[in-house]
């Protein structure tokens, strides 16, 4: 009878470690709402009201651990009983982590609130509601020990990394177009900054479950072998300014030397009204037509089925994406600003579709 007695009483103390957890995230789910919603409506005292939370969402990481500590100590767990305590310590440390990012977005609320707005928010809620229910998700991953559920949560990473780059380079779109957007446009950036960050810790929640359940520790193995990735992307973006000759010219290339089933796009952060004549031309000379294209706009990209971006202009105002999205910088200088005879125009814009094609077959060479 007495060891019935003491195995129901350690089962009621990891059944309340998982409550407390459960809790924890959700203080956290709403402070993330919350701190998204204040921005959309101008809320400042919502925006406050959420900073208080932090507070609480401290409170309970001491709790959780102190917990922790206390069975370790009176039980002595061992093989999944001591993955899933040791597991619920690490947990808390980016929960409370991600805490702190909600505050962030919280100051950066109360600011924007006494400007007047900068456009209409569309994908920065879209993206609040990604990392969201990534953090919901891990979560439930943890209490079900469900490996698969985890999984799922890493990949969504991606998805979050695509919201952020369309943002940041709509916000740098917006400060080249007029710089008295700055001070509004870099906060909003840094908002979106934050929930790619809390993104992160919610793949850090998954990966922590995939150990726990598994018993098989999978950080930083993506990551790692995003540097020798030899799979071709689902899309690939070429990126440059005025996207009129060289993102076009890659463009055309790609299509031909690409895997068939990868989807190939180009834009620029400032387009031209048309393709460069001179562009058309030199390509027109190693039989490819590119006279019916047209320019593109960051807009015009589908951004949720590209992963991987190429910059291809040696200009500062030229974006490069960062987080996890695969992107590449060719620093290639543009042919258009070139002056002088008109054989030397041509020869500039040459020498640049030739270098873009030798760097695209090498590339294409990586997928095969």
Same mark, same amino acid.
């Given at each position: 009878?007495?060891?019935?007695?003491?195995?129901?009483?350690?089962?009621?103390?990891?059944?309340?470690?998982?409550?407390?957890?459960?809790?924890? !995230?959700?203080? @956290?789910?709403?402070?993330?709402?919350?701190s998204v919603k204040a921005l959309i409506e101008r809320d400042t005292d919502l925006a406050r009201r959420m900073i208080a939370f932090d507070h609480e969402i401290d409170h309970l990481e001491v709790g959780i651990d102190d917990l922790c500590l206390r069975i370790l100590a009176k039980r002595q767990p061992?093989?999944?009983?001591?993955?899933?305590?040791?597991? /619920?310590?690490?947990?808390?440390?980016?929960?409370?982590?991600?805490?702190?990012? #909600?505050?962030?977005?919280?100051?950066?609320?109360?600011?924007?609130?006494?400007?007047?707005?900068?456009?209409?928010? @569309?994908?920065?809620?879209?993206?609040?509601?990604?990392?969201? #229910?990534?953090?919901?998700?891990?979560?439930?991953?943890?209490?079900?020990?469900?490996?698969?559920?985890?999984?799922? @949560?890493?990949?969504?990473?991606?998805?979050?990394?695509?919201?952020?780059?369309?943002?940041?380079?709509?916000?740098?779109?917006?400060?080249?177009?007029?710089?008295?957007?700055?001070?509004?446009?870099?906060?909003?950036?840094?908002?979106?900054?934050?929930?790619?960050?809390? #993104?992160?810790?919610?793949?850090?929640?998954?990966?922590?479950?995939?150990?726990?359940?598994? !018993?098989?520790?999978?950080?930083?193995?993506?990551?790692?072998?995003?540097?020798?990735?030899?799979?071709?992307?689902? !899309? @690939?973006?070429?990126?440059?300014?005025?996207?009129?000759?060289? &993102? $076009?010219?890659?463009?055309?290339?790609?299509?031909?030397?690409?895997?068939?089933?990868?989807?190939?796009?180009? /834009?620029?952060?400032?387009?031209?009204?048309?393709?460069?004549?001179?562009?058309?031309?030199?390509?027109?000379?190693?039989?490819?037509?590119?006279? &019916? $294209?047209?320019?593109?706009?960051?807009?015009?990209?589908?951004?949720?089925?590209?992963?991987?971006?190429?910059?291809?202009?040696?200009?500062?105002?030229?974006?490069?994406?960062?987080?996890?999205?695969?992107?590449?910088?060719?620093?290639?200088?543009?042919?258009?600003?070139? &002056?002088?005879?008109?054989?030397?125009?041509?020869?500039?814009?040459?020498?640049?579709?030739?270098?873009?094609?030798?760097?695209?077959?090498?590339?294409?060479? $990586?997928?095969?």
């Open positions: 009878m007495k060891q019935e007695h003491t195995d129901r009483e350690y089962e009621s103390e990891l059944k309340k470690l998982r409550d407390h957890l459960l809790h924890m !995230g959700a203080k @956290v789910e709403e402070m993330i709402a919350g061992v093989a999944s009983d001591l993955r899933t305590i040791t597991t /619920a310590m690490k947990m808390v440390t980016d929960l409370e982590r991600i805490g702190d990012l #909600g505050v962030n977005i919280c100051e950066r609320d109360i600011e924007l609130a006494t400007e007047p707005p900068l456009k209409p928010y @569309v994908d920065l809620p879209k993206m609040a509601e990604v990392v969201q #229910g990534m953090v919901r998700e891990a979560l439930d991953a943890f209490v079900q020990k469900d490996a698969e559920l985890a999984r799922q @949560v890493i990949e969504r990473d991606r998805t979050v990394d695509v919201y952020y780059g369309r943002i940041f380079l709509e916000l740098l779109t917006s400060m080249m177009e007029d710089v008295r957007n700055i001070y509004r446009a870099t906060r909003v950036q840094s908002i979106a900054k934050y929930l790619e960050r809390i #993104g992160d810790h919610a793949t850090n929640l998954a990966e922590m479950v995939v150990f726990m359940v598994k !018993g098989k520790d999978i950080r930083h193995t993506s990551k790692a072998g995003a540097r020798i990735e030899t799979r071709a992307p689902r !899309g @690939v973006l070429f990126l440059c300014v005025g996207n009129s000759a060289r &993102s $076009q010219m890659a463009e055309a290339f790609a299509r031909s030397l690409f895997p068939r089933e990868t989807l190939v796009y180009s /834009a620029g952060s400032a387009p031209e009204a048309r393709i460069n004549p001179h562009a058309v031309e030199a390509m027109r000379e190693v039989g490819f037509d590119i006279a &019916s $294209q047209r320019t593109k706009g960051l807009g015009d990209v589908p951004w949720l089925e590209v992963d991987m971006v190429v910059s291809l202009c040696a200009e500062e105002v030229c974006p490069a994406l960062r987080g996890n999205l695969r992107s590449e910088r060719w620093e290639l200088p543009d042919p258009a600003a070139v &002056s002088g005879a008109e054989n030397d125009v041509r020869e500039a814009f040459r020498a640049t579709r030739d270098t873009i094609r030798q760097r695209l077959d090498l590339l294409a060479r $990586q997928w095969r």
